[in-house]
């Protein structure tokens, strides 16, 4: 069954999407809707946004909602599946260009104008903790944690859904905002084809406004302070890594099993 979200009844729509709230970021995501896709090395593979929430403020939002985001040239919303209309998701289409097995250094997605109500907007989201949630191929970007298991000596990978907007800095007040993310879309490899298994978003805020990819291995760049300059670059890295270890009908796993260090 598939449909679109405003066509739903509001009152079925609120009521499961209630019910789904109280459970784990991982677990309301988790509503099995297809099989496996396969990706052959050159195929694109579509990085789609979808919404940030905060677990300190009961209210989602859709990621374009956020005025000091990039939207994308030619915006194209998917159908969604009946569990993702219950879930309350609002997926669109991106400028993100991933290409299977093809490496990134570094891309331009935009520069935005960061005008006075986008400057406010930046700084109530981050200081309210605002997670970003972006999918591909069904899986959300993900936060990496390495924990240990009492009597293991290898650290366990597991995944909480989502990224940070930004931090905030209580010593100097002052308000930074990731416009750099690094993506490693892991996969395991069948024959001539590949499943992705994994999707882990690193976010970093780096002071550009320039247009151009920043020198990310520079260690004296400095971040990007909202208020600070009246346009912002956002930018990205792709690395594609061979991962046979994680079965696609495990690649749940490392979100299900999710545990925060202390």
Partial sequence: MHCRFPGLSSVLAIGLSLGLGFLSPALAFYIPSMGPQ????????????????????PLPFAYYDLPFVCRP???????LNIGEVLRGDRIASSDYELTMGTNSSCQVLCTHPMTPEA?????RFVKQGYLIEWIVDKLPGATVYLTHRPGEEVRRKSYQPGFP??????DTGETLLNNHVSMNVLYETR???RR????????????NSSGNC???????????????????????????????SVHWNHRWDRYLSVTKPQ
Avoid: C
């Fill in 38 to 57: 396969a990706f052959r090395p050159g195929d694109r593979v579509p990085l789609n946004v979808n919404r940030v929430y905060s677990e300190h403020v």
């Fill in 73 to 79: 040239s030619d915006l194209k919303r998917p159908w």
């Fill in 119 to 123: 400057n406010v907007e930046a700084e």
């Fill in 165 to 170: 907007i930004g931090s905030y800095n209580k």
């Fill in 191 to 193: 024959g001539e084809s």
């Fill in 196 to 207: 992705i298994v994994g999707f882990e978003v690193f976010a970093k805020s780096i002071k």
């Fill in 214 to 244: 920043p020198k990310l291995d520079d260690s004296s760049m400095q971040p990007f302070v909202v208020g600070s300059l009246d346009k912002v670059t956002y930018s990205y890295s792709v690395q594609w890594i061979e991962d046979n």
